[in-house]
């Protein structure tokens, strides 16, 4: 009934803008965490059925498998990750925001903890360094993660932080861009 839906929301351009304007004026540590084989964490709602992989034999003609979770190459895997994942940050006291579904805020006292998704990669910022370390580990217990340390690149964009801010640069993704295509020179 939903073999449609296939959308998992994203973070838009203009949100990780205000972000960084946002730790550059609080100055603020700026995290980047990439979530490792997202897909397979997200539940299935629906049943699903696969044929074999090539090579491997069944007793029996026209065997198929049962999907008991979601996989990569599903149409439905984007969206259930998402659901999984954003039904952990809000049992965990993050709050989804109305402008932005793929930005999650946390406020704890005076601790402000934020945490942007664009699919299997996350932006993670705050006030507290605990207080994003603490949600670093949480997520890593739950769906083991990379932690890419200080955001140096993200949606195609080379992040450098000096002390009079933040330069976006998209250099490297137009040079490879242009080598794809065979125009470097």
């Given at each position: ?31 980047q965490?990439d ?16 044929q ?20 990569y ?23 989804q ?36 370390h ?21 949606l195609?964009?080379?992040?450098a ?8 640069s ?5 040079l ?10």
């Amino acid at each position: 009934m939903d073999y449609l839906d296939t959308f998992a929301p994203i973070a838009k351009l203009t949100t990780v803008r205000f972000i960084l304007f946002v730790v550059v004026m609080k100055n603020w540590q700026l995290k980047q965490l990439d979530v490792n084989n997202a897909f397979l964490h997200g539940d299935l709602n629906e049943v699903i059925y696969m044929q074999l992989p090539l090579g491997k034999k069944i007793k029996g003609e026209n065997q198929v498998c049962l999907l008991n979770k979601s996989l990569y190459g599903l149409k439905q895997a984007s969206r259930q990750w998402y659901v999984k994942l954003s039904s952990f940050l809000l049992m965990h006291d993050f709050k989804q925001t109305l402008a932005d579904h793929s930005l999650f805020v946390k406020h704890v006292h005076n601790k402000i903890t934020i945490l942007l998704v664009y699919v299997d990669d996350i932006i993670l910022t705050g006030n507290d360094i605990d207080a994003i370390h603490d949600t670093t580990t949480m997520l890593d217990n739950a769906f083991k993660i990379k932690n890419n340390g200080d955001l140096t690149y993200f949606l195609g964009f080379e992040v450098a932080r000096n002390s009079k801010g933040i330069h976006l640069s998209q250099r490297k993704y137009t040079l490879d861009l242009l080598d794809e295509m065979s125009m470097l020179e």
